[in-house]
């Protein structure tokens, strides 16, 4: 499998380092239901077929964090975004529905 | 004795007939000629018994002529070059080869085992589940070793492999996997648009099939039209050529697994040059042109010596000058294999009959038929193969059923072919049935993926050069190049035109399907009876396919006998996928340099050469070599090193090399903030110039890493991590920052080299500093109270930081200087403090002192325990959010019940301690359900005079000064221990202050 890093261009995948959904969103540790939020969060998962997000990180190249849209079935990769801008957008979202 | 290559050609082949090299065969030695293979050389000499099979040691010789042999596999070289099961059609000759036959004894001629032909009837498949069943003790000790010994192939060497091999990457617009017609056509026009263009064939000569039949190309000799195009090819700078290179498993994005055996033509690879190189090319489109595999038709003794594919026939003939024999039968169910009449007639072979299973005789069988003066025997097939150790006959059944016995010493057959699909499975791409062609066809290609001539079932020469002329013009538009104008030669297709015969039914020998692992027809049949149908279960049940050869010439017959025995179609049955490698691929070539010594980095510590100077040990702590500590001749053992650094720590000054530990240098506005969300303590209120102990928890809660973190400006913090999790930690806090927390300004670099730091600690320790630290820093403990840190010069004007941090208990600083002056600095350090005794201290030392202050380490740090549990609750803050707040405090992880840190000492104090010992109370019986947890670290406590040890117990807080069994089975040892504090060393902390 190559990943096409937005720094660095298209790498194998032996430079990358797996980490996990990229569609959690950390909740609100000091929030009331805190509690629940975070088995969520950190234990949950659905696990459907199809296109995944996922983070990855480019441990032997730039550092960077990476949001990878994978198609877990064929392993096409139809995505690779910097994973600060996807929390920066991410974040603006929150922001405006708060 | 000098054997005489009788069955040798008196001209013709591309062998180099001027140079004659020799080879040994079983001791004895013979000749062949450059161009040779070891299976070519062996029939020129008249050799045709080669090995002895797996199951019924029966005598087996050359069925092939590519990498699809099952049969002819030898020990190739002596001693720790040894190589078992090597496929002598693959074994490209060189002078002084030495091979010798495998799975016989004690001679291939005479082999004993050959009564399990006898036998037979046991070695069925599932033999071993039904014979072997009871008792069950006799499995191991009896049964096993028996029948590995009677039944197996080659031997590997024992020794150590003396070659050397390596790993190389390529990239390239379009890779041609095959240098057949189709493969050549395709490298061609694909390099002459401009693309880089990778050709890769596991054969030594290109040509494929081209060279191994005779037909004309531009009305000359193929092989000229090879050469031709493969001098156009070399000659092009964005074309590489790779010969003896099998792409062996086709990976996702375009990324293709392949080895090329470099030096395996050679007696031994020159010097500097591997024996193998393991490639991983990315291409952006690659054309299978792989060709495709003839089939055998399945009758009694098919698997005798001199029972050969039609293919392989023709191939011995036109590329290596040889006569497979010299009286042939030609048995086939389709057109193209009858040309081989034509060639061994040509050969001057009689041919004594030509027996094609199809009832109606098509003009172009009886026209060559008549040419070559051989007998046809339209609808006829041959039931056995009879001889001993070679064919001496062939048993006909005409289509009236009348059985004619024909002399002949080799039975040429066909069953038609099989495209080479195998790289198109890899994926998961599943292959369609033609029922034309009889055979599966590629099906859902791998992207940038297509196939051109036979491999994708279009068979004949001329649609061989067209289509991948096509394919390979194609490729190159796909991966952005103009195609360029290409002309395609002239050629002719063979008759492709086939009628299914899959096996002779009413045989009388045994008629085999998978000749590598001696799966015959009838245990297919005893498959179905005893219902194991599916082609999993088939496979699994009778092992068929699943030997060295991957079933090659074995699976299409097989599932076509299942699917005739079910009565159900070949697709209903099943079909055949393949998994990489498509051919045996050393593990060596897959290792590259990453064996031994080099099998991973290895990472040396500022003061290594100094240590090594030293005579100090080092230990490999991951990828550091850290020194352990430094043995003085007036030392008995190791421990009396130890305890004398120990000593001299506690009470004068001993120096350690503490660069391993992970540093992380933050800054940004943020920084304060950050590090409050990644440690469970705050950071953000850590005054400037002070250092603070920090944990670092995972999201579920559990305890992750630790260390110091220092702030040397408001925006400035630096951190250490352990040396364990350094790269985990970095990590880490990048994703914390660009993922969960990408508003915070903050920045952060890893700068673990950067830095060359050593711990000073000891009483003396400040006395020394005073000699090294220049004279405008105060150090005095009221201008440098412990916690401090500072920018600081030494030497003289060289910058250096400063950190009065202690993990042995004792008054103790960090010194961290740029990492170019690390050797210079332990030499200065030691210099100065020669007039208060210093020592230097390994990590043996280390560990034993933070042991005694009760510090956690790697062995408590062992991903299982949460703050709480390691005495480190109160430091937990309750003030911030924080990666593992929420989780902590789930309800089980604040069970009073959970094993939590105390000290132990043992109650005899002459005994040692062991870690790993598992605590019970005194007064129940040993069971998992009375485990009270375990001991984490012991050590001897040179300070206290005899062993202490932590340890992780249930309800610790109130058990101190209870008495409970160290348990360990493991070593026979039961020693009781008393609950104690786990600081065991001046617990008030009064000595780090000074």
Not at chain 2, 317 to 339: E, H, I, S, W
Not at chain 2, 951 to 971: M, Q
């Amino acid at each position: 499998m190559r990943i096409n890093c937005p720094c660095c261009g298209e790498r194998g995948l032996d430079e990358f380092v797996y980490h996990g959904d990229a569609s959690v969103t950390r909740p609100d540790a000091l929030a009331p239901d805190a509690m629940n939020d975070f088995v969520k969060y950190v234990y949950e998962r659905t696990n459907t077929p199809g296109l995944h997000r996922e983070l990855w990180f480019h441990a032997a190249g730039c550092h960077a964090w990476l949001v990878v849209t994978r198609g877990i079935a064929t392993h096409a990769i139809t995505s690779v975004e910097l994973a600060r801008e996807v929390a920066r957008k991410r974040d603006l979202v929150t922001e405006e529905n708060a | 004795m000098m054997a005489s290559q009788q069955y040798r050609l008196p001209s013709g082949g591309l062998v180099d007939r001027s140079r004659t090299i020799w080879f040994e065969f079983d001791g004895q030695n013979f000749t062949g000629h450059p161009g040779d293979t070891l299976a070519s050389a062996l029939l020129a000499n008249g050799i045709r018994l080669t090995g002895r099979s797996f199951k019924y040691h029966r005598p087996r010789g050359i069925l092939s002529a590519g990498s699809e042999e099952p049969n002819a596999l030898v020990e190739l070289r002596t001693g720790a070059r040894r190589e078992a099961n090597t496929k002598s059609t693959m074994v490209e000759l060189y002078d002084g080869l030495e091979a010798s036959s495998q799975n016989r004894w004690p001679s291939l001629n005479f082999d004993v085992m050959a009564i399990n032909s006898l036998l037979s009837p046991v070695f069925v498949a599932g033999f071993y589940y039904k014979t072997f069943m009871w008792p069950a003790a006799f499995w191991e000790k009896l049964y096993e070793p028996a029948i590995r010994r009677a039944a197996g192939l080659g031997r590997a060497s024992d020794a150590a492999d003396p070659d050397t091999y390596e790993k190389a990457n390529a990239f390239c617009d379009v890779l041609v996997i095959g240098g057949g017609p189709a493969g050549l056509a395709a490298a061609l026009s694909a390099a002459k648009s401009g693309a880089r263009v990778i050709l890769a064939d596991e054969n030594f000569a290109l040509g494929g099939r081209a060279i191994d039949d005779n037909a004309p190309i531009n009305d000359k000799a193929p092989a000229e039209w090879v050469a031709a195009v493969e001098a156009e090819l070399a000659a092009m700078k964005d074309v590489r050529i790779l010969r003896r290179t099998t792409v062996f498993g086709t990976y996702d994005g375009g990324t293709y697994g392949a080895v090329e055996r470099v030096s395996d033509h050679l007696a031994t690879a020159p010097s500097g040059q591997p024996r193998q190189r393991l490639w991983r090319i990315v291409a952006k489109h690659a054309v299978l042109a792989s060709g495709a595999t003839e089939r055998p038709i399945v009758f009694g003794g098919n698997d005798r010596p001199g029972v050969m594919l039609a293919g392989a026939v023709r191939t011995y003939l036109n590329r290596y000058g040889v006569l497979p024999g010299q009286k042939a039968v030609v048995f086939a169910n389709n057109d193209y294999a009858a040309t081989t009449v034509t060639e061994l007639d040509r050969a001057g072979v009689e041919v004594v009959a030509l027996v094609d299973s199809r009832p109606q005789p098509s003009e172009l069988i009886s026209g060559i038929a008549s040419a070559a003066e051989t007998r046809l025997i339209s609808g006829g097939v041959v039931t056995d193969a009879i001889g001993k150790k070679h064919v001496t006959g062939a048993v006909i059944r005409t289509r009236s059923g009348e059985e004619v016995k024909l002399d002949c010493d080799l039975i040429a057959v066909s069953g038609g072919w099989n495209p080479n699909i195998q790289l198109t499975t890899h994926l998961g791409g599943k292959p369609v049935w033609n029922d034309e062609l009889s055979t599966f066809t590629p099906g859902v290609l791998p992207a940038g993926m297509s196939v051109a001539g036979s491999a994708g079932g279009t068979f004949g020469l001329r649609s061989a050069l067209e289509l991948g002329s096509a394919a390979g013009s194609t490729a190159a538009t796909a991966a952005g190049f103009k195609a360029a104008a290409t002309s395609v030669p002239r050629a002719k297709d063979e008759g492709v035109s086939i009628s299914p015969l899959w096996r002779v039914p009413a045989t009388r020998g045994k008629a085999f399907v998978d000749q590598q692992n001696d799966v015959t027809a009838s245990d297919i049949e005893l498959s179905e009876r005893e219902g194991f149908r599916s082609v999993e279960h088939l496979k699994r049940y009778t092992t068929l396919g699943m030997a060295t050869d991957q079933g090659k010439t074995a699976n299409v017959n097989a599932l076509a006998i299942m699917a005739e025995l079910t009565k159900k179609s070949i697709p209903e049955t099943g079909m055949t996928m393949a998994r990489p490698p498509y051919t045996p691929v050393a593990l060596g070539a897959f290792a590259g340099h990453h064996r031994g010594k080099e099998f991973k980095a290895t990472r040396l510590p500022p003061s290594y050469a100094w240590t090594k100077e030293q005579g100090g040990n080092v230990v490999e702590t991951g990828l550091w070599l850290r020194p352990s500590y430094f043995p003085r001749p007036s030392d008995a053992d190791w421990l009396a090193s130890v305890t004398r650094e120990v000593n001299t720590v506690r009470s004068a000054v001993g120096i350690c090399d503490v660069s391993t530990l992970g540093k992380i240098d933050v800054q940004g506005a943020d920084a304060g903030a950050f590090l409050d969300k990644v440690y469970m303590n705050g950071m953000k209120t850590l005054a400037v110039g002070k250092a603070r102990y920090g944990g670092m928890l995972r999201e579920d809660g559990i305890f992750m890493d630790d260390g110091t973190v220092a702030r040397f400006d408001e925006n400035h913090y630096f951190v250490t991590t352990t040396t364990a999790n350094a790269v985990k930690v970095f990590q880490h806090m990048q994703y914390c920052h660009q993922w969960l927390w990408p508003e915070l300004d903050v920045h952060m670099i890893s700068a673990t080299e950067q830095w060359a730091q050593y711990a000073v600690a000891g009483p003396k320790s400040r006395d020394l500093l005073r000699k090294i630290v220049d004279p405008e820093f105060d150090i005095s403990d009221a201008g440098f109270p412990y916690m401090k840190v500072g920018k600081i010069t030494v030497c003289g004007g060289v910058k250096a930081r400063l950190y009065r941090i202690s993990f042995s208990g004792e008054r103790a600083y960090e010194i961290g200087v740029p990492a170019r002056y690390g050797d210079s600095m332990i030499r200065r350090l030691m210099e100065a403090g020669q007039e208060f005794g210093a020592c230097a201290y390994g990590s043996e030392a280390l560990g034993i002192m933070r042991i005694e202050k009760g510090h956690v380490s790697g062995p408590e740090l062992n991903g299982t325990t949460t703050p709480r549990d390691l005495g480190l609750g109160g430091m937990v803050s309750t003030k911030k959010d924080f990666i593992g707040r929420v989780l902590g405090t789930r309800p089980g992880l604040l069970d009073p019940n959970r094993p939590s840190l105390t000290g132990f000492r043992p109650v005899d104090r002459s005994e040692r301690l062991r870690s790993g010992a598992h605590f019970v109370a005194r007064d129940v019986e040993v069971k998992p359900s009375t485990d009270d947890g375990h001991m984490t670290s012991v050590a001897y406590s040179p300070t206290l005079g005899h062993w202490v040890g932590l340890g992780l117990l249930k309800r610790a807080p109130e058990r101190l000064g209870e008495i409970l069994r160290a348990y360990d089975p493991l070593r026979g040892e039961d020693t009781l221990v008393e609950v104690i504090s786990p600081c065991f060393v001046d617990p008030e902390g009064t000595k780090v202050r000074g």
